[in-house]
């Protein structure tokens, strides 16, 4: 596999459940984000892992909790979501050493509350 | 804090037309620039990037971007629209150091009509 992955493609949930959103990039880069993407709004990033370390939380609520367990993984796990958390959940991963290298995308994960 | 607008939400052109999607920062310094294009169902993928040196970007699928620090803006450019361009173009601001934060534009809509 080469660049960004994301597994699931699609999940349909309830609120009562919990599930997790698997990304995995290899392309070696140190720094990894989620964004969430909405219909009608703005790209929102959601949290960043820089070598692992999180290095931003965008007001996220507590029912996202991202894990970081190394440079190539990321995970967010979702528990009691709500309705209005239906998205296009996205993952990126760029260089991380703030040399201006862009953000690579894997292709969503399509995610449904009911 | 960084910002981006993109004042066009929806753009229909005919295929053979000429292209310019605009696109306005807001950075307190030279900023790092980047066009992304979406497909349907589909993850962010790079267009093109401008960092520093010659205002003037090429990108991939023969599109164009020019920067222009008095105007803050870097406009979307391509001198003839092919069908499988329609898509959503998304462009961002990216912050210089560190692990390069980015800010999206809410997008532009590409409509291509025979």
């Known amino acids: 596999e080469t660049g960004v992955t994301q597994t699931p493609r699609h999940l349909v949930m309830g609120m009562t459940n919990k599930k997790s959103l698997k990304c995995e990039q290899h392309?070696?880069?140190?720094?990894m984000y989620w964004y969430k993407q909405s219909a009608k709004k703005p790209l929102e990033l959601m949290f960043v892992?820089?070598?692992?370390?999180?290095?931003e939380n965008n007001s996220v609520p507590s029912r996202f909790s991202p894990e970081c367990p190394n440079s190539s993984h990321l995970f967010l796990h979702l528990h009691t979501l709500q309705p209005e958390d239906s998205a296009l959940y996205l993952c990126?991963?760029?260089?991380?050493?703030?040399?201006?290298?862009?953000?690579?995308f894997g292709p969503g994960t399509r995610l449904t509350v009911l | 804090a960084q910002s981006v607008t993109q004042p066009d939400i929806h753009i229909t052109v005919s295929e053979g037309a000429s292209l310019e999607l605009r696109c306005n920062y807001s950075?307190?310094?030279?900023?790092?620039l980047f066009w992304y294009v979406q497909s349907p169902g589909q993850g962010l993928q790079l267009l093109l990037k401008?960092?520093?040196?010659?205002?003037l970007v090429q990108g991939i699928k023969g599109f164009e971007a020019e920067f222009k620090r008095s105007q803050s803006s870097f406009n979307l450019r391509k001198p003839s629209v092919h069908w499988s361009d329609a898509a959503e173009y998304f462009c961002?601001?990216?912050?210089?150091?560190?692990?390069?934060?980015?800010?999206f534009g809410t997008g532009t809509k590409l409509q291509v009509i025979p």
């Open positions: 990126a991963s760029s260089q991380g050493d703030g040399s201006g290298n862009e953000q690579f």
């Open positions: 392309l070696g880069h140190n720094a």
């Open positions: 892992y820089n070598f692992k370390e999180q290095t």
């Open positions: 950075y307190g310094a030279t900023p790092y």
């Open positions: 401008y960092f520093s040196g010659d205002t």
């Open positions: 961002a601001v990216g912050e210089r150091g560190g692990y390069q934060k980015v800010t």
